[in-house]
């Protein structure tokens, strides 16, 4: 019984990693960039909650809409003052160490404004929590809205992706910028709209995460930031199914190292299997082999 | 080519006689004690800072692959050569030799751990040999909290629980004590050895990337694929760079270590934040240029315990204690702004316009 509560709890953890995943999955597929801030985007995001909660005493799903709207204009304003600029730049490595920039000023302002102690989040699910086999096992309300809000969103996204015509462009952006870009699609608002859905996916997962665990601090987004990355690293970048298996199996990874190995060498673990699936199968789960042409 | 050979052994030796002049200048004022006790206590961080700079700029700019690892290289020279020192305190009296020896130790196992992440990371390019490194880092921080060795009469004792599973005897003494890190170690660091190994550190590096070897190490950065059809072993050079970098990394390690009595493994000294501060050093002294990233750091803290000690004697400026409480805000703007401005296209070719210099091409 002890073993299908870590898996819940495990399945629980690596929904939010799936929602943090498909931001980075999709950025990684169109705009070939690391973004490295996706995971203060989150922080932001909880922070935006917990003020609209606590001080203007909004209710929950206003709060939230607010902080996804928050979100969608810090996305798309970084991409613009920050990442744009340097696209097509000599060396790869100059948008990815701006990336840590980014991030690193997103930490600090947060240091600045709220200060370094924790905030203790409030839930935002008001769902009490579901026991099944006779109270052996307990499933929390934030488990469940995790899970269907991962769904959905998969769910929602591979719509938007294969049956709009801004997702087509998504699609052919991220095959092809020259090409796409001689078709007639802005590729530079394509890659903005990127931004956009990614940060406010951020928003969603930031709320989600300090509802389950319930601290916040300046450098909550930093490490399930990272973790996301390699889950969708595990799953195969670029690939939307491929971000939530990889999610998810993360989350059980975690959970599990946890529970059985050792709980301060989890994360240890976690990194381990990016490790391991970079020099096995370096594509991911899902992932197509990419080609390099000379 | 004669010119050019002088050409690079005079900016070498400007490049050495930065580090000597500051240290015949910073030397006597600290021995006379001219110096305020906050900036003398920063001479050796100077130094480590210095040869962590110079090591990860030869990962960064040369070899051209981001390493978030660095702290981690650092990590394992550091608690390598405090375990080293801290078991031989009782037999070898010498400090000077013992820190040799710790230096020797803590440098070789940085290099052997380069070599054994740097096999199957380096297979690996661009976003994700940066987040396999950051992992790395990550990794060796946890590892260190873990360990926990001690030593009895039987000898070693060593565990990954606790310090009670070690099941010392009598007159036992735990050595490494997990997150308590290592304690009562010999402080061996001081700003002359720091000098002769910023010296060194700067002999390996420029005499390097000015062979043949160095400029096969380029060659693989600015076109991987020209560089292998001309026959240049790409993995031998890239791991001869890497395993270099970490085995300065770790003598960096050795002399921040010998500079504490306490050594822990945290999030501030040898994690991902350690390894960024680092990576701003070497941005701000400009990717690639060596010169540049001994110059940096140091300018960088003096700027900073300028600030903190004009603030102290101010009392109230709030410009001032805003500077000084949020320095990593500060780095993190000068760091966009600098890649920005430095490797922005449309920014290139301004600058290639005022400057009238020819239109460099990166294609073909």
Known sequence: MTFLNYLISGISLGSVYAIIALGYTMVYGIAKMLNFAHGDVIMVGAYTVFVAMSSSGLPALPAILLSMAVCTVLGVVIERVAYRPLRGAASPLAVLITAIGVSYLLQNLALLIFGSNTKSFSTVVPLSPLKLAGGQITISGETIVTILASILIVVGLSLFINRTKPGQAMLAVSEDQGAAKLMGINVNGTIALTFAIGSSLAAIAGVLLCSAYPSLTPYTGSMPGIKAFVAAVFGGIGSIPGAMIGGILLGIIEIFGKAYISSQMADAIVFAVLIIVLLVKPTGILGKPIREKV | ?364
């Open chain 2, 1 to 364: 080519m004669k010119k050019t050979i002088s050409r690079t052994a005079r900016q070498n030796a400007i490049t050495y006689g930065i580090v000597l002049a500051f240290f015949a200048v910073m030397q006597p004022l600290a021995m006379t004690g001219k110096l305020s006790s906050s900036l003398s206590g920063l001479l050796i961080p100077f130094c480590y800072y210095v040869v962590l700079a110079v090591s990860l700029n030869l990962t960064v700019g040369i070899l051209g692959e981001l390493s978030l690892g660095h702290a981690g290289f650092m990590c394992v020279g550091a608690f390598a050569s405090a375990f080293f020192s801290k078991c031989v305190q009782g037999t070898i009296t010498n400090s000077l030799v013992r820190f040799l020896l710790a230096l020797l130790i803590g440098s070789a196992f940085a290099a052997l751990f380069g070599i054994l992440i740097g096999i199957p990371v380096l297979r690996l390019r661009g976003d994700y040999l940066a987040i396999v490194t950051l992992a790395f880092g990550e990794i060796i921080k946890n590892l260190v909290n873990v360990l926990f060795i001690g030593r009895d009469s039987e000898g070693i004792h060593f565990s990954m629980k606790d310090s009670l599973s070690l099941h010392l005897g009598e007159g036992g003494e735990v050595l490494v004590n997990g997150p308590q890190g290592i304690s009562g170690i010999s402080r061996d660091s001081t700003f002359i050895l720091g000098t002769i190994l910023v010296l060194l550190t700067l002999f390996i590096v420029l005499r390097l990337i000015q062979s043949r070897d160095g400029r096969a190490i380029m060659a693989i950065r600015d076109n991987r694929i020209a560089a292998e059809s001309i026959g240049i072993n790409i993995t031998k050079y890239k791991l001869m760079a890497f395993t270099v970098s970490a085995a300065l990394a770790g003598a960096g390690g050795v002399l921040y270590a010998h500079n504490l009595a306490t050594l822990t493994a945290t999030s501030k000294n040898f994690g991902y934040n350690m390894s960024i501060m680092i990576l701003v050093y070497v941005v701000m002294g400009g990717i690639g240029n060596i010169r540049g990233s001994v110059i940096a750091p140091v300018v960088l803290n003096l700027v900073l315990d300028y600030f903190l000690r004009k603030f102290q004697l101010m009392g109230d400026s709030p410009v001032l204690q805003f500077l000084s409480d949020n320095r990593m805000l500060i780095y993190a703007i000068v760091l966009i702004l600098i890649m920005v401005m430095t490797w922005s296209p449309k920014m290139v070719e301004k600058r290639n316009a005022l400057f009238g210099r020819r239109k460099e091409s990166k294609e073909g």
